[in-house]
């Protein structure tokens, strides 16, 4: 402890003076730090063995064959391994019927499939070269991916020296993670490993990588400018192109957004947006997302020949620097019991002492946990009562090294509860979608799902309603907007007394796992009711009202 107390004094200066070197205060401390780093210690430990795991079994298969898809890790060296050359690999999917992966922007929901790799030394892997995807509307909301057959190839460099192995051959290895969606979505991963030969040109798959490579929206060149423009009211952004090519002008044109969280993915061509040709111009409106997060001064496109549809090539890739004024977002809100202690706590300093410049701080810290709080109100109990320690040192009359010091602790305590936001998993890729990444709130309708809270409302003769949901699963999204806020079914369900329970699988969590493995199921949604004394009745993914309240009426006999 004194060690700790040597460590905290360096890096906090005299701020701990205020706390004395009393028994009673160093267990305090000693309690304080504990609740926050024993959190920290655990991520880094977790991290730490997933990281230690992220290596490529070279022992594995160059193909996975599954239910909903088969992969298989493909090489195309015409000119062999040669010393500062390229040679491409990929992973080949092939989706059976109805099902679907997802492109760099998944649209409302989804996950881009992710590789990394495992490669000799000196290689360098370069970014996936993503085929056109086509757009996979349900509703008012979208995704953009891939049915069928798709290559998602990557350029590899080689190094000006190359050492050839005694074994006459390069181990590659993969470990591939997507999501693959019908009604249902499931997360799937695999290790693939494949070998190179060192002294002989590898260019059996020829014809898969030239098919993929015509399949592969063009940088727009120099001449091709584009411009957007944000509408006034900031409910749409209109587009103009110049310098296409002529035997483009006249044509049906498409345009995929590729920036993420912005615009409206679902928009339908011809219905909410359309283009049109102007002389040599393009031009097109679309509507802005209600759920955008952010105002972006550039905006990433693709622009396809054809309706959306059934876009095809040629394709471009455009980027267009932003005009005008994006309207404020939403801000974040604060929980309203933290709200109350930190007005609380306010009041008290007004009431001592003008504040500092490290109380502010202080404040931060305590808000950004508060907002944490908005997705992780499990850590509730710790940070309140951080919090309300941290009121009651205050009206203490702490003096201003003890303000400070309480200042550095509040905004570690901030930085704590950002890292508790991080995903769980060690994942390497461009980061999805930012629906995709965070966990969903709960309406105030829905609790928490865990086992006890199903096992404690099932002992107390209550039916329980599980809907077992991801912010990546776009046919969860979609019901959440129509048959789970249908006011015919939640007045049944109060008339019955159900209670609904909210089980988020976004990062994975193992319990929720367990518990759909147990209903039979790999991916989600899953609709459940629990019954007392009886076995849970799981529902179809995609159930109607009827359906829910036909379930519900065999529940109770009504």
Not at 254 to 283: F, I, K, M, S, Y
Not at 463 to 473: K, L, M
Not at 477 to 485: G, H, R
């Given at each position: 402890?004194?060690?700790l107390?040597?460590?905290?004094?360096?890096a906090?200066?005299?701020?701990?003076?205020?706390?004395?070197r009393?028994?009673?205060?160093?267990r305090l401390l000693g309690l304080?730090i504990?609740?926050?780093m024993?959190?920290?210690?655990?991520?880094?430990?977790?991290?730490?063995?997933?990281?230690?795991?992220a290596?490529i079994d070279?022992?594995?298969?160059?193909r996975?064959?599954?239910?909903?898809v088969?992969a298989?890790?493909?090489?195309?060296?015409?000119q062999g391994?040669?010393?500062?050359?390229t040679?491409?690999?990929?992973l080949?999917?092939?989706?059976?019927?109805d099902?679907?992966?997802?492109?760099?922007?998944?649209?409302?929901?989804g996950?881009?499939t992710?590789?990394n790799?495992?490669?000799?030394?000196?290689w360098?892997?370069?970014?996936?070269?993503?085929?056109?995807?086509r757009?996979f509307?349900?509703?008012?909301l979208?995704?953009?991916?891939?049915?069928?057959?798709?290559?998602?190839?990557?350029?590899v460099?080689l190094?000006?020296?190359l050492?050839?192995?005694?074994?006459?051959t390069?181990d590659?290895?993969?470990?591939?993670?997507w999501?693959?969606?019908?009604q249902?979505?499931?997360?799937?991963e695999?290790a693939?490993?494949?070998?190179?030969?060192?002294?002989?040109?590898?260019?059996t798959?020829?014809?898969?990588?030239?098919?993929?490579?015509?399949?592969?929206?063009?940088?727009?060149p120099?001449?091709?400018q584009?411009?957007a423009q944000?509408?006034g009211d900031?409910q749409a952004?209109?587009?103009?192109?110049?310098?296409?090519?002529a035997?483009?002008?006249?044509?049906a044109?498409?345009?995929?957004?590729?920036?993420?969280?912005?615009?409206?993915?679902?928009?339908a061509?011809?219905r909410?947006?359309?283009?049109?040709?102007q002389?040599?111009?393009w031009?097109a409106?679309?509507?802005?997302?209600?759920?955008?997060?952010?105002?972006p001064?550039q905006?990433?496109?693709?622009?396809a020949?054809?309706?959306?549809?059934?876009?095809r090539?040629?394709a471009?890739?455009?980027?267009s620097p932003?005009?005008?004024?994006?309207?404020?977002?939403?801000?974040?809100t604060?929980s309203?019991a933290?709200?109350?202690?930190?007005?609380a706590?306010?009041?008290?300093?007004q009431?001592?002492?003008?504040?500092?410049?490290?109380?502010w701080?202080?404040?931060l810290?305590?808000?950004?946990?508060?907002m944490?709080?908005?997705?992780?109100?499990?850590?509730?109990?710790?940070?309140?009562?951080?919090?309300?320690l941290?009121?009651?040192l205050?009206?203490?009359?702490l003096?201003p090294w003890?303000?400070?010091?309480?200042?550095?602790?509040l905004?570690?305590l901030?930085?704590?509860?950002?890292?508790?936001a991080l995903?769980?998993?060690l994942e390497v890729?461009p980061?999805?979608a930012?629906?995709a990444?965070t966990?969903e709130a709960?309406?105030?309708?829905?609790?928490?799902?865990?086992?006890a809270?199903?096992s404690q409302?099932?002992?107390?003769?209550?039916?329980v309603?599980?809907d077992?949901?991801?912010?990546?699963?776009i046919?969860c999204?979609?019901?959440?907007?129509t048959?789970?806020?249908?006011?015919?079914?939640?007045a049944a369900?109060?008339?019955?007394?159900?209670?609904?329970?909210?089980?988020?699988?976004?990062?994975r969590?193992?319990?929720?796992?367990?518990a759909?493995?147990?209903?039979?199921?790999?991916?989600v949604?899953?609709?459940a009711y629990?019954?007392p004394?009886q076995?849970?009745l799981?529902?179809?993914?995609?159930?109607?009202?009827e359906?829910l309240?036909?379930?519900l009426?065999?529940?109770?006999?009504?």
């Amino acid at each position: 402890m004194n060690m700790l107390w040597m460590i905290l004094e360096a890096a906090l200066g005299r701020g701990l003076g205020w706390v004395g070197r009393g028994r009673w205060m160093r267990r305090l401390l000693g309690l304080w730090i504990g609740l926050l780093m024993g959190p920290l210690a655990l991520q880094a430990a977790l991290a730490q063995g997933v990281a230690g795991k992220a290596g490529i079994d070279l022992t594995a298969s160059d193909r996975v064959n599954l239910e909903q898809v088969s992969a298989r890790l493909v090489v195309h060296a015409p000119q062999g391994v040669q010393a500062g050359g390229t040679l491409w690999l990929g992973l080949w999917l092939r989706h059976s019927p109805d099902w679907h992966t997802y492109w760099q922007n998944p649209g409302d929901s989804g996950l881009p499939t992710r590789l990394n790799w495992t490669l000799p030394e000196g290689w360098q892997a370069g970014a996936i070269a993503w085929p056109l995807p086509r757009k996979f509307p349900i509703g008012d909301l979208a995704n953009f991916g891939y049915d069928g057959d798709v290559l998602l190839a990557v350029p590899v460099q080689l190094p000006a020296q190359l050492s050839r192995p005694a074994s006459g051959t390069y181990d590659i290895g993969l470990q591939a993670d997507w999501l693959v969606c019908r009604q249902e979505c499931i997360p799937q991963e695999a290790a693939l490993r494949t070998r190179v030969p060192a002294d002989s040109s590898v260019a059996t798959q020829a014809a898969l990588f030239e098919a993929a490579r015509r399949q592969v929206p063009a940088q727009a060149p120099a001449t091709v400018q584009a411009q957007a423009q944000v509408q006034g009211d900031g409910q749409a952004v209109t587009l103009e192109v110049r310098g296409l090519p002529a035997d483009w002008r006249g044509k049906a044109l498409t345009l995929l957004p590729l920036t993420p969280g912005v615009l409206r993915h679902a928009a339908a061509q011809g219905r909410d947006w359309q283009g049109r040709w102007q002389g040599e111009v393009w031009q097109a409106s679309w509507p802005v997302s209600a759920e955008r997060m952010e105002g972006p001064t550039q905006l990433q496109w693709v622009l396809a020949q054809g309706q959306e549809r059934a876009p095809r090539m040629p394709a471009l890739q455009l980027s267009s620097p932003v005009e005008g004024r994006w309207p404020a977002v939403a801000s974040a809100t604060v929980s309203p019991a933290l709200q109350q202690a930190l007005d609380a706590a306010a009041a008290q300093a007004q009431a001592q002492a003008s504040p500092s410049s490290a109380w502010w701080l202080a404040l931060l810290g305590a808000l950004v946990g508060g907002m944490i709080l908005n997705l992780m109100p499990c850590v509730f109990p710790v940070l309140a009562l951080l919090l309300l320690l941290a009121a009651w040192l205050w009206t203490r009359r702490l003096g201003p090294w003890g303000r400070h010091g309480l200042g550095g602790v509040l905004a570690l305590l901030g930085l704590w509860g950002l890292l508790q936001a991080l995903p769980p998993r060690l994942e390497v890729g461009p980061a999805p979608a930012a629906v995709a990444a965070t966990p969903e709130a709960a309406p105030a309708r829905w609790a928490a799902w865990s086992p006890a809270q199903v096992s404690q409302q099932l002992a107390a003769g209550r039916t329980v309603f599980v809907d077992f949901t991801a912010a990546w699963c776009i046919t969860c999204q979609y019901n959440k907007k129509t048959v789970l806020a249908d006011p015919q079914l939640l007045a049944a369900w109060d008339q019955a007394g159900v209670v609904s329970l909210r089980a988020d699988w976004t990062r994975r969590d193992d319990s929720i796992t367990q518990a759909l493995q147990m209903l039979g199921r790999s991916g989600v949604p899953v609709y459940a009711y629990y019954r007392p004394g009886q076995a849970p009745l799981v529902l179809s993914e995609l159930p109607s009202r009827e359906e829910l309240l036909q379930a519900l009426r065999q529940d109770t006999g009504r």
